[in-house]
């Protein structure tokens, strides 16, 4: 995977999003956020306002993928977060999987390919109760 990132079509930023996004319109196809949890100085990572910031980067049909937190211990941060992205984009879905050595065994993915994609869409009962009440219909 590391090989892609010599892509002379790939550009990573390490730094703070917000005054890197201000000024991007249509900048961007994927915009991935590997944030660390949302206290301190990354909470606003997490907020309504970092969201409109990167809709507006994206180029039409562009993808976002955000770090998520764990359905086990912060359920109420990812139903809030889903409220005011349905309101931003015309399809919000959250995926995990599992990663024994994090808090509750839940994080990121490790390697990726179509089979764990589809599998990350597989959610738990509650986790589905709790975010099918705030899908649009």
């Not at 390919?113 to 009962?125: I, K, R």
Request: hydrophobic share 40%.
């Amino acid at each position: 995977m590391a090989i892609g990132f010599d892509d002379p079509k790939v550009t990573i930023h390490i730094g703070d999003g917000f005054p890197f996004l201000e000024d991007k319109v249509d900048s961007f196809d994927i915009i991935i956020t590997d944030a660390s949890d949302p206290v301190g100085p990354a909470e606003s990572l997490f907020q309504e306002r970092y969201y409109e910031l990167m809709k507006n980067a994206l180029r039409p049909c562009g993808i976002i993928s955000s770090q998520g937190e764990c359905q086990w211990l912060h359920l109420e941060l990812i139903s809030a977060v889903q409220t005011y992205c349905h309101k931003l984009f015309p399809v919000v879905e959250y995926a995990f999987t599992t990663i024994p050595t994090y808090p509750s065994g839940q994080i990121g993915f490790i390697y990726y390919n179509a089979q764990v994609h589809e599998a990350a869409f597989v959610l738990p009962q509650f986790t589905k109760n709790v975010l099918k009440k705030i899908i649009p219909k």
